[in-house]
């Protein structure tokens, strides 16, 4: 690992300048590069020091390209699904990398770049981290301030390890090791076991150290809550098929990327853990169906302090995003992202039940009326309205082929556009004074991930609990009840049924959100099913005052199974650790 800690993790003992984040707490306060000595004998450079830890929470949200200044790259995980398409589809970049399974930039597919640059950032943060924990007791700080850092630096050192989880399998464990850059160091990775207790422990620890709220100027900082959560997202992904019995490791790597046997008692630390955060009554869902239906959702996705929001990235209020990568040519916007017909489809109607349904009422002639609330708020489409000029009236955005600016094949190769976590008010090159940033969990996160976990545990004894976390969501959702007041939602669903069901409402509730679909299709080993896949547009056409559209593929989907399942151990580590380091499955 010795590139690493050259090459990368000497910046750890430096301060960094905090480039672009947000106001409040993380507010641009740059500094010139000082010593650990100096930083950790004054206040305001210590707590600039702890601040450099938010850096690269970016890359976790959004792409491996993305760092804390680089939000103009909205894309990736997303647009490495069956969702949505990204519209620079170089070789180069991680989505076209990833939907045609080709992964041999620079000729070696294990030295893919974006993979390098993922697992570096992690380990960068964590050596900041690291830093910060072996040196803050020093500062000038009262007691109470020492122990709400050290609780942050704790709980952001265990996600940038969850990111690396998730990725790569077992990760090399550094504990509270500061290490010298110029040091040679063999270190081996941790087992997946031992990565996920370890992550654990130290979730566990920041939820006793973390206080129930922050606000004021320290919104966005991680809370008790937030610890829970994640610790509930970890357990998770640790039972979910990838890795709960369904290892894909063999030989040497096996117990890297998984389990050696399928255990219950892994769902079980799921739901109670997740149950926690629940019965904390600090989150909720925002329900307002008053205003118009499925109003809370949208305020959920688009207002910078609200009591869904868990554990988020905020942004700078001087910065555009999102709307300025995601909006319409015409509306300032660069499109950089686009929605597939199939995330359109899986939008059920208002009545909840799908658009395949014989009784939705579905009518392939209007497909955009009568739908899930949250369709409108999520994807603009064929007439769709949107504010053309700053305190305008909102008119038509056109993506039939041949409309000026937007149209399909110009502008969008799908005919929709996502709209997702944009204020109604803003433009794509207008200052979003809201500020929302993402969210990595949300309160509804929860409740899925909840039922989720029931599910697996015994659908028929958890069936009343697993529906009112569901009838939940879609209440909120602005879908009608109906006469049984089950919101669209099927009877006696078996278990595949039943997991079936809440894994498309995960897709449709978290569309374009901090590639949700994109681990979620990794864990449940869903991937392989994209394979040979064709994702499709819906093209529109316009003759006089008539218009017709029809369905028509775009991307086919190719997924190499094993391999694509974790990310490679860049090839340099593997080089230059001489066998100390082991390689995933398939690479």
């Keep these: 690992m010795k590139n690493i800690f050259l090459g990368l993790f000497c910046i750890a003992i430096l301060v960094y300048g905090c480039m672009e984040t947000s106001e409040g707490f993380l507010s641009d306060k740059s500094t010139s590069n000082v010593d650990t000595e100096a930083v950790f004998s004054d206040s305001s450079l210590t707590v600039q020091f702890h601040t450099a830890l938010y850096m690269q929470l970016g890359r976790v949200a959004m792409s491996p390209h993305t760092a804390s200044s680089m939000i103009n790259d909205y894309k990736d995980y997303e647009a490495a699904t069956d969702n949505s398409r990204h519209s620079h589809f170089a070789k180069s970049e991680f989505t076209p990398a990833y939907t045609k399974g080709d992964f041999t930039q620079n000729g070696i597919n294990a030295n893919y770049s974006l993979f390098r640059t993922s697992w570096e950032e992690m380990y960068q943060s964590i050596q900041r981290c690291n830093t910060f924990l072996q040196n803050y007791q020093k500062a000038p700080l009262s007691e109470t301030k020492k122990v709400n850092l050290a609780g942050e630096a704790r709980f952001l050192r265990a996600f940038y390890y969850f990111h690396l989880l998730r990725s790569y399998g077992g990760a090399p464990l550094l504990y509270d090791q500061v290490l010298d850059p110029f040091g040679d160091y063999m270190i ?113 996705t688009t207002t910078r302090v609200n009591k869904e929001r868990v554990w988020f990235w905020i942004t700078t209020n001087a910065h555009t995003f999102p709307g300025n990568v995601l909006m319409p040519k015409s509306r300032g916007g660069s499109a950089r992202i686009v929605p597939y017909h199939e995330l359109v489809q899986a939008f059920p109607m208002k009545n909840g039940l799908s658009v395949d349904d014989p009784d939705s009422g579905y009518d392939a002639g209007n497909p955009y009326e009568n739908r899930d609330p949250r369709f409108g708020y999520t994807i603009i489409y064929n007439g769709a309205k949107w504010i053309k000029t700053a305190n305008g009236n909102p008119e038509p955005v056109y993506t039939y082929r041949g409309a000026t600016d937007d149209g399909i094949f110009v502008s969008t190769a799908t005919g929709y556009y996502f709209r997702k976590c944009v204020g109604e008010s803003l433009l794509g090159g207008a200052t979003n004074k809201e500020a929302q940033g993402l969210s990595f969990i949300r309160y509804a996160d929860v409740l899925l991930m909840y039922a989720e976990a029931l599910t697996e545990l015994d659908v028929n004894a958890n069936r009343t609990e697993i529906e009112k976390q569901l009838f939940a969501i879609r209440d909120r959702a602005g879908i009608d009840p109906g006469n049984n007041g089950r919101y669209g939602i099927p009877a006696d669903m078996n278990k595949d049924a039943m997991l079936e069901f809440i894994i498309n409402e995960r897709r449709i509730e978290f569309a374009n959100e901090c590639g949700n679909r994109f681990f979620d299709l990794k864990r449940r080993k869903l991937y392989e099913k994209l394979n040979g896949m064709w994702t499709s547009a819906a093209v529109w056409e316009k003759v006089g005052d008539y218009y017709s559209w029809s369905v028509q593929p775009v991307e086919q989907h190719f997924f190499d199974t094993p391999r694509m399942y974790h990310s490679a151990i860049p090839q340099k580590e593997i080089n230059s650790s001489k066998g100390t380091l082991i390689q995933n499955p398939g690479w």
Aim: proline residues 4%; negative net charge; aromatic residues 10%.
């Design 188 to 300: 081996p990775r941790g087992t997946f076991e031992e990565t996920v207790n370890y992550i654990a422990s130290e979730l566990d620890f920041a939820a006793g150290m973390l206080p129930l709220v922050q606000d004021g100027i320290d919104y966005g900082r991680p809370t008790k809550g937030a610890a829970l959560a994640l610790l509930g997202k970890l357990y998770l992904q640790a039972a979910s098929p990838l890795h709960n019995g369904g290892n894909v490791g063999s030989g040497d790597n096996r117990l890297l990327t998984g389990y050696d046997d399928y255990q219950m008692e892994r769902w079980e630390k799921a739901a109670k853990k997740l149950k926690e955060v629940i019965d904390l009554d600090t989150y909720g869902l925002i329900v307002d169906n008053t205003t118009r239906p499925g109003n809370g959702f949208y305020q959920a």
